[in-house]
């Protein structure tokens, strides 16, 4: 039996996620809520919307500290200064404070929570997923991935290093569905 639900939020925007969280699964209020968004015109929105969830002002990393954030038109942004979509200002990166996912999941769950993991932070996810695979994050603490792929938009990721860690997600009996709060998809 599982002691609690949650939802972990990487890349939360404005809060679209989680009003597609909320809308699309049925005990979602069962859930605690954890989100992440490093971004400050998005988390100021978030926070407007959803004042008493948790939303924690980081960017999603492999290690704790300050990080290089590049904003760009509109509310596009990324960790990644090989991201080629976005007009990123690349030249002029803000500092952020970043998490060390991993750390932070083993720290606060307990495999005997039920974890649905959401991962849209565009291109990080090919820094992360391999860490939490190493860090045994998927034998035991996430129970549901989802998320979306960029290594289309990314100039030092490879298809080949994209379905090698498509594969070792597989192995390990995951496979990230599509989640796409800006169009209301989830891939079920």
Not at 32 to 45: M, Q, R
Not at 153 to 177: D, R, T
């Amino acid at each position: 039996m599982k002691n609690k639900k949650i939802f972990i939020d990487l890349g939360a925007n404005n809060g679209c996620s989680v009003d597609l969280f909320l809308k699309s699964f049925p005990d979602s209020r069962d859930y605690e809520i954890h989100s992440f968004e490093c971004n400050p015109a998005c988390s100021k929105e978030y926070k407007s919307k959803y004042p008493s969830l948790s939303l924690y002002e980081k960017a999603v990393s492999t290690s704790d500290g300050p990080i290089d954030f590049y904003t760009g038109k509109l509310l596009s942004s990324s960790l990644r200064n090989d991201k080629l979509t976005g007009d990123l200002y690349k030249a002029k990166p803000i500092l952020v404070e970043s998490i060390d996912i991993s750390s932070f999941i083993k720290k606060q769950f307990s495999p005997n929570d039920y974890i649905v993991l959401k991962i849209d932070i565009e291109g990080t996810e090919y820094d992360i997923l391999p860490k939490m695979l190493k860090d045994g994050l998927f034998d035991g603490y996430i129970n549901k991935l989802y998320g979306e792929w960029h290594w289309h938009k990314l100039k030092n990721i490879s298809k080949q290093f994209h379905n090698n860690l498509i594969q070792q997600l597989k192995q390990k009996g995951f496979e990230m569905k599509l989640w796409c709060a800006e169009k209301q998809i989830i891939e079920k």
